[in-house]
């Protein structure tokens, strides 16, 4: 009988079709592992089916039967492909050795032998006398080579879905959806097949294996490709987390984002998330540049890049991790050792120019020049040995940022540094307000006092301290979209604090072009950073600020502090610097 086209091998053709658009995913995965496997996996199912599609179109017994011997034949080798599958996946190719491939081939190349000698010893099927075409299937009686092979078939698939379920166990619950996927991916063929055997098939006498494994490629697919790359491989991920600095990256092969941790979502700006480019994250840096890069996260904490390639046992590449080290404590003594440097070289070099030219007056001129050379020699020594004690305050800075915050009143503090230098500064008009009590987490609670003394005397050295107003205020403050925080306002009606020292401050460095007066801000700044805060100016112009401050403008004074002197007007204020702390949690 001439063949038709019946439901049923219409059915067959759609499922060829699945599987040649997963041989095509296989092949466009075949640098990285089981992309090769699984594309030869489904080449030889898709052409087992359109086999069997071919045979279901015909209507007569010779027909069905020869292209039934070629389905059978076809399909003699899935188990073992299933099984070289799984081994890959479970990163076990040492297991597959030549000499055990060749074992386990043994078994499928003798039933082809059989299958193709079947009419001289019916060791394989049978054809019974009478009708055997019934609903466009033919009817067969199975021998004992047969079902010995179903049973190695069995075996096999077993084997593989107890290795992957291995692989879940040992591995934790970090891989559940790929585990869970690839162990029930071969379940529907094995159901159909067991169904077929016992008679029980959805469609009577047709045995839809070879369809059903369309469903087995998809979740395969999904498993290795869709639920993440290195996932697909259980020892790229463990060796991802052993590479983990401070902050991780992992990228597949193609360099795309697959996982982030929290840490690195807050170090890096723009903060990646799973499916960006590495390009994207570092639109700046070539992707080779990027071991040793430092970056610096808002609270001004600084990581080292550490970019290592991830492979598997095999040695092939499977992604990378980008381990980001916190480096922060290197990184801030070595900014301190840079500014203090080139400050004191810089001062030292000019000061004494100045100090040989004023003795040369001394040691040639009159008295009265001699008098005056005299008063500037003194007061360049002077300025000499306050930044020399500066860079002494420098060098006993204690790296505190990674130690565990404890609670401390920073009105108190704030306002014992304010009556010291009301002491020390008796012509200028201070005032003190502000909440009582506010409590902030910090590292090293002195260090606020000494940065509180730096700004000051800061605001009152480089203004003419005849009529000038200093105000200090300590705030809580709490906006919709910021946690809760401390805020430190200083407040004058002098000139503030030099353009050159804010320039030098927001460059992070002193430069050869560059230079800060002094050691003042830059100890301040650093006395802040290493409670966790923030040093911000008004204009937003310096410093680790980027926003602006509102001036102050007569706040109310808080309960239990000194309040402003009464006639001092604050309108004619304006606030110069803002320190920022995190309040504690409650």
């Known amino acids: 009988m001439a063949w038709h086209l019946s439901s049923i091998s219409a059915l067959g053709f759609a499922a060829v079709g699945v599987h040649a658009a997963l041989v095509a995913v296989g092949w466009r995965h075949r640098e990285s592992r089981c992309g090769t496997e699984i594309a030869a996996l489904h080449v030889l199912v898709g052409l087992s089916a359109l086999a069997y599609a071919i045979q279901i179109g015909f209507g007569s017994v010779a027909m069905q039967r020869r292209w039934w011997q070629v389905t059978f034949a076809l399909s003699t080798g899935v188990p073992i492909l299933w099984l070289v599958v799984v081994v890959q996946y479970v990163s076990r190719s040492q297991w597959l050795t030549v000499r055990r491939a060749a074992l386990l081939a043994l078994e499928p190349l003798a039933v082809l032998i059989a299958t193709a000698t079947n009419p001289m010893h019916h060791l394989v099927w049978t054809v019974p006398s009478g009708p055997t075409v019934v609903d466009s299937t033919v009817q067969v009686a199975f021998g004992p080579l047969y079902y010995l092979h179903v049973v190695f078939a069995y075996t096999a698939v077993a084997i593989g879905m107890g290795l992957i379920l291995l692989v879940g166990v040992r591995m ?18 094995f159901l159909s097949h067991v169904a077929f055997l016992l008679g029980m098939s959805p469609i009577p006498g047709v045995d839809l294996t070879s369809f059903t494994f369309a469903i087995t490629g998809v979740l395969v697919v999904l498993g290795l490709y869709h639920f993440d790359l290195l996932e697909r491989v259980p020892v790229a991920r463990r060796r991802a987390f052993e590479a983990m600095g401070d902050g991780l990256v992992v990228l597949d092969s193609d360099r795309v984002v697959v996982e982030v941790d929290d840490t690195a979502r807050r170090v890096l700006d723009p903060p990646p998330d799973p499916g960006d480019h590495v390009s994207d994250v570092f639109p700046e840096h070539a992707f080779e540049d990027l071991k040793g890069t430092t970056v610096t996260d808002g609270r001004s904490r600084a990581y080292d890049i550490r970019l290592s390639e991830l492979s598997d046992e095999r040695g092939d590449e499977v992604g990378y991790a980008l381990a980001l080290r ?61 930044v020399s004690d500066k860079a002494r305050k420098v060098s006993e800075l204690e790296d505190t940022h990674s130690e565990t915050p404890t609670v401390h009143d920073v009105t108190e503090i704030v306002a014992s540094a304010v009556r010291r230098a009301e002491r020390g500064y008796p012509d200028v008009e201070f005032a003190f307000d502000g909440d ?15 940065a509180t003394e730096e700004l000051i005397e800061l605001l009152v050295t480089e203004s003419d301290s005849e009529g000038l107003r200093v105000r200090v205020s300590v705030e809580r403050e709490a906006t919709a979209d910021s946690e809760p925080s401390i805020a430190v306002r200083f407040a004058s009606s002098g000139d503030g604090i030099p353009e050159v020292e804010r320039r030098a401050l927001d460059a992070g460095s002193e430069t050869p072009l560059q230079h800060a007066e002094g050691l003042g801000l830059w100890l301040a700044y650093w ?26 403008d007569g706040d109310s004074p808080g309960d239990g502090v000194d309040s402003p002197a009464e006639g001092t007007a604050a309108t004619d204020l304006r606030t110069i610097v803002t320190l920022r702390f995190s309040e504690p949690d409650e």
């Open 172 to 189: 934790s619950l970090l891989y559940w959806k790929q585990v869970a996927v690839l162990t029930v991916a071969p379940l529907p063929p």
């Open 326 to 386: 916190d480096v922060t404590g290197r990184h801030r003594y070595e900014q301190r050792l840079e500014v203090a440097n080139r400050i004191l070289r810089h001062n030292l070099r000019n000061d004494m120019n100045v100090v040989r030219g004023y003795a040369d007056i001394v040691a040639s001129g009159t008295v009265e020049d001699a008098e005056r050379a005299a008063e500037s020699i003194l007061s360049r020594t002077d300025d000499l040995l306050t």
């Open 436 to 450: 009582a009590h506010a409590r902030a987490a910090l590292t090293d609670a002195n260090s606020i006092g000494t």
């Open 527 to 552: 006395c802040v950073i290493e409670n966790g805060g923030e040093l911000r100016f008004a204009d937003g112009s310096g410093g680790s600020a980027g926003d602006r401050d509102a001036p102050v």
